[in-house]
């Protein structure tokens, strides 16, 4: 293999050849025109577009080598081919080839195709460096053409009430893949200064490039689309502009939250960078020997590639060795090493911090290890497959089989028969199946479970600082380095806690212990107690049910589909239970006992709602609803809805309870309605809307 070291850059110490430094070298290939990839380098290897834009943007004298798209070249004894890579215009991979075996690096790149940059080239390779931007599962982004048509959608509706749409967009490259789309749609763009002068570079460039825009004018804005970098998002231009609505292009756009930190009235997922799909895509198709990542999430991709059986290995951050479930080593991880070559020292492993011994599978660490390897499972099926065989296994951890006196299998520890089940409102409270359907859904507690752990990240930074022994200057570090507080909190105890066994029914039992504490300094120091008795991979989990969030794209359908094939139920017969008792651990439950028949409709047991889903035009609602099976349909019906909240009201002689959409309690918010319900004759279950009225008429 061919050598490679990482230090401020990555460096290929056989061929005294630098891959984007991030300082100036003596010889380096730059692999396209972002401030972030150029520097002061004495020689560098690059694209003719990549020179062009370079010299826009980066003063001094330097040798270039400049190469064509997949024509092989001879640069300094080095046989090197440059492939086009998608991320922007004249942005390239280099391909080497020597005697040791061949390297592909990417640098910043896409699969999917743009309007303004070449499409993306590729070859087989024995190595491959690739930027990793968005390497995990939650990165997926929509089709570029669906985001642009919402794109142009936001800008007319903005335009139709009057008001200026503002698009940020990195002003070389995002930008004039903005401007291409705008362009198309018949709409007028107005260009902020900086990316005005790009885009004039780009026509210099491409005499086919879109010609028909304008430079910024304060007094010219009306029916303009106007362009921006995201520098210009809290400037005194855009605060000055009246009726101004704002738009973020990026592919962070599908982080939840993300358009209260950009303060933008909307978010569309637009990048030049590859999603997570096609991340693991491309390597499916160089099918390298080694794959070595560099940013964003380079660690946690390396791994999921080695859970893929892929040798993979983080450049730019520090490596972790897992250890399948189920299996032992003989090796002593603390001196586990892994080098990307012999002579690749500043790429090592120099510790193990994570080794699964045999565990049950009522473990919490079993839950963890399903978690982690569902968040880097792409497959639908492969997802179904792993969590039903999950659930089946805890039903056999909690009933084992073995037969009764009689020659019968026996039930579930805990768990009578169906016919003398139970109330359901014990089930999830005794079986491991339904704690794990609740646990994998983000909740402590069953969903119609009034209990409320009230633990924010106040608390929750607190214990970590308790427990891990670190500065609140270093735990502030990891947090902003993850931007998540499971990974904080893995970071911060890595290698600072002793590991006890701690089961499922052990979790539920901290839940509860937890919401019964009363007062933040006592939850947390609860809270320090538990996680330094954890090991650092099952405190990133309990810390991400703590915060409601497992980022491991289990949607609840998918649980619904898995707990069907565990239990040989018809999917059907689990939706249906599920939708009347609004709570997918009562479902696994009943499921795990054959007894999903006795599902059915309770008082104070909110059902789920069916919800709308939007379209961005007139046309596409009548593309959806005028599908193969309605082919004579020659209408769309329209009804008025109402503006208010939509809530269930649930009602008998002694109680009165009012739920949210997504089956929260809120009755304390409507007390006029609670009093209310009060004199109603029967025992009701209301589905509607609450709407403010004032004198007869709706707010």
Known sequence: MIPVRFQRGIELPAQNLW?????????????????????????????????????????????????DFEKPARVRDLNVTLLSAGHILGSAQLFLQTAAGSLLYTGDFKLRPGLSAEPVQWRHADTLIMETTFGLPRY??????????????????????????????????????????????????MLHASVWKMTHVYQKLRPEFPCDFLKY???????????????????????????ARTAMLTGWAVTPGSKFRYGCDEMFPLSDHADYDDLIRYVEMVQPKRVLTVHGFAAEFAADLRRRGVEAWALSEENQIEMELGQTSHADPRTAKVEASPSASALSVESCTLSVERSSADSFLAFAALAEKIAATTSKLKKIELLANYLAALAREQSPQSAGRDGSPSRPRGVTSPKKSPPTERLSESSLPALAAIFLTGRAFAQNDPRILQTGWAIIKRALLSASGITETELREISHRHADAGKTAREALEGRTKAEPFSLADTRTFFATLEKTRGPIAKAELLAQRLIRLSAFEAEYLVRILTGDLRIGLKEGLVEESIAAAFAAPLDDVREANMLLGDIGETAALA?????????????????????SPEPTAESIWS??????????????????????????????????IFSRDLRRITPQFDEIVHSARDFPAEVMFDGEIVAFENGRAL
Request: charged content about 20%.
């Open 19 to 67: 891959l984007d430094p991030w300082d100036a070298q003596p010889f380096a290939f730059v692999s396209h025109a972002h401030s972030d990839h150029i520097g002061a380098h004495r020689e560098v290897i690059l694209s003719e577009f990549t020179s062009r834009l370079m010299r826009e943007r980066l003063a001094g004298e330097r040798l270039e080598h400049v190469l």
């Open 140 to 189: 997926r982004f929509p089709p570029t053409e669906q985001v642009m048509a919402q794109v142009v959608a936001f800008c007319r509706d903005t335009l139709d009430d009057g008001g200026v749409p503002v698009l940020f967009g990195y002003s070389l490259g995002k930008a004039q893949e903005i401007l291409c789309a705008i362009t198309q749609a018949g709409l007028q763009p």
């Open 217 to 243: 004018d304060a007094r010219e804005t009306a029916g303009k689309v106007l362009i921006c970098p995201p520098s210009a998002a809290r400037s005194p231009m855009v605060r000055q502009l009246k009726n």
């Open 592 to 612: 795990s006992q054959a007894a999903l028949h006795q599902a059915s409709a309770r008082l104070f047991h909110p059902i789920k709602v069916m919800l709308a």
């Open 624 to 657: 959806r609803l005028s599908t193969p099976a309605h082919p004579l349909a020659t209408a769309v019906w329209c009804e008025d809805k109402f503006d208010g909240i939509r809530a269930q009201l649930h009602r008998d002689a002694s109680r009165v309870e």
